[in-house]
C-alpha cells in the first residue's frame, strides 16, 4: 500500500511538473546581429560563419543550402528543389522558384495503367518518381545576384563536411534504418547509407565531396553539365527512367513576384505559384481577419473551429485552381479577393461543422516519413531570407546516385497522377495540377517573411507537405494575435485541415480532452495518433530591441546559430 501511495506520489509531482514546464516561457537563441536557424547544427554553423566573415545573408543561403545536403540527407539536397523569399534591408522583396519540373518526355497519364489505375509506388519510388532537380541551379542563381564572397568559400565547408565525416544524431540514426530496405529496393548497388546505423556513428561522403567539388569549380555546369550530369543521367537511365541530359541543360531557376498581401498591419510576403503556400495563407488569414481572436483563446475549441473551417475552404480551392501558372490560368486575384473570401465563410457557423464534400478520401500518412527542411536567415546588414527545399518524402525517390553520392527527389508525385486520386500527402488536385512536359509540380512550400510597419518582423517557414501551411499560419498568429517568442510559438503543439480527408489532425497530447469533446460534439472528426509530428518550423523574430530570437524545432534536430 505505502509503495502504491509512493508511486501515486510521483506520478502526482511528474504530471504537475510536466504542466509547469509546459506553461513556462521559453526563449530561443538570443543574437544581436545574424542568425541562421536550420535543420542541423552544422549548417547552421556553416551559415552563421560565412555571416561572420562578411557574407550576406545569400552567401549564407548558399553555404547553409550545401550544408544540409551533406549533413541532413533526408531532406537537404542537391538533388531536389525548393523556393526562397527574401526581402532585402531596403525593403525590397522578391522569391525565387528552383522547384523540379517534370522530365521533357513526361506525360499526363505516366502513373497509370492500362485500365486507366494508378500504379502504386510508380510516382513515389525510384527513377520514374524524379523531377528535373532545381536546387544547384537556384544557389547559383541566388549567389549571381546577390553573393558576395568568392563562390567557392560558400562550398567548401560543406565538401570538408562531407569528406571528413559528420555524426549522426539518434533521430537521424532512427530515420536511416527505416528506410534502408527501400534504398536495397531502388538501387543496383550497395549504397554507403545500406547499414545499421547507430548515434554517435561518423557518416563520411566522398562521392558526395567531389560532387560538391565540381559544383565549386564549375557551378551551375557543374552539376547540369559534365561529369555530374553523365553519373545522373546514366544511372537514371540504368534503372529505367526518362531523365535526358537536355532536360538538365534547360533546367532554369526563375524569379518571381511573391503573393504580399496585409493582415491587420502586418505585410505578409510568401511564395507564390507553383507554390501554394502563399495563395492559401492569404486565403485563411483573410478568412480569419474579421474575428476578433483576441477573444478567442489560444488552441481553444472556438479557435481550432474557426481556423479548421478555413482551411478547409481553401484547400478546396487549391485542389480545383491551383497548378504551375507557367502552363495554366489560375485566378489568383480573385483567389485572393476579400469579398469572394468573406462569401466562402458565410456559411461557416459556430454551431456545427461544415461537412467536406463527399468525394474520395485521402490517405492520411504516407508509409513514408515526410522530410522537407526549412531555414531562416537574417544577416548583419538586415537582409533576410527564408527558404523551402526538399526532396519531397524522406530521401526522395531513394535513388542514390552511383558515383554522385546524392539522393534524387520523388516530387512527381506532387503533381496530381488522375484527378480524384490523392498523392502521398491525401492532397487532390485537378487538370490544373495534372503532369505536362516542363511544367513545375504543385507545392505546398510557404517560405514567408512578415513585416510590421514596414520594418522586418519575422521570418518562418517549415517542411510538412500538405501541413506546412497551417504550420505557417499558426506561427504567424501565435506571434501576432497571442504575442508569443519565437521559439514559445514554435513549441506550440499543432493542428491541420485540408478539406479532405475530412478530419483534424492533432498532434498528440497538445490538446485538452475537453476541447477534443467539443469539436466532436459539434461534428469534428479527429485523427491524433502515432507519435504525429505537423511540420519542424525553424523561423526567426525581430525582437523591440532590433534582437533577434530563433526558433528552432524540438521535433528535430534544428538548431539557431547567431552571433
Ligand atoms: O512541395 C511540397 O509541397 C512537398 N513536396 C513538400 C514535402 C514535404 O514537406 C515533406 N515533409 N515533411
Redesign the pocket.
Known sequence: MKKLILLFTVIFLLSNCKTATKNKKVTGLIAEKAMVVSARKEASKIGSDILQKGGNAYDAMVATHFALAVVYPVAGNIGGGGFMVYRNNDGTKGSLDFREKAPITAHRDMYLDSLGNVIKNKSTLGAHAVGIPGSVAGAVEVYNKFGSLPFNELVQPSIDLARNGFIVTKKQANSLNNATKRFEKVNNFKTLFQKEWKEGDVLKQEELAQTLERIRDFGKNGFYKGKTADLLVNYVTELGGIISHKDLEKYKAIWRKPITFNYKDYTITSMTLPASGGICLAQILKSVEPFNLSEINHNSTKYIQLLTEAERRSYADRANFLGDIDFVKVPMDSLTNKNYINKRMSSFSWKKATPSSEVSHGKILGYES???THYSIVDQFGNAVSVTT?L??GYGSKVLVKGAGFFLNN?MD?FSSKPGVPNVYGLLGSEANSIAPEKRML???TPTIVEQNGKLKMVVGT???ST?ITSVLQNILNVTEYNMGMQESVNQPRFHHQWLPDIIRMEPNGFTKETKTNLESLGYKIYEKNSLIIGKVDAILVLPNGQLEGGADPRGDDTAVGF
Do not use: C
Open positions: 515526410n522530410e522537407t526538399t519531397n518524402t516530387e506532387d507545392s505546398s512550400m517542411p510538412g507537405g506546412i
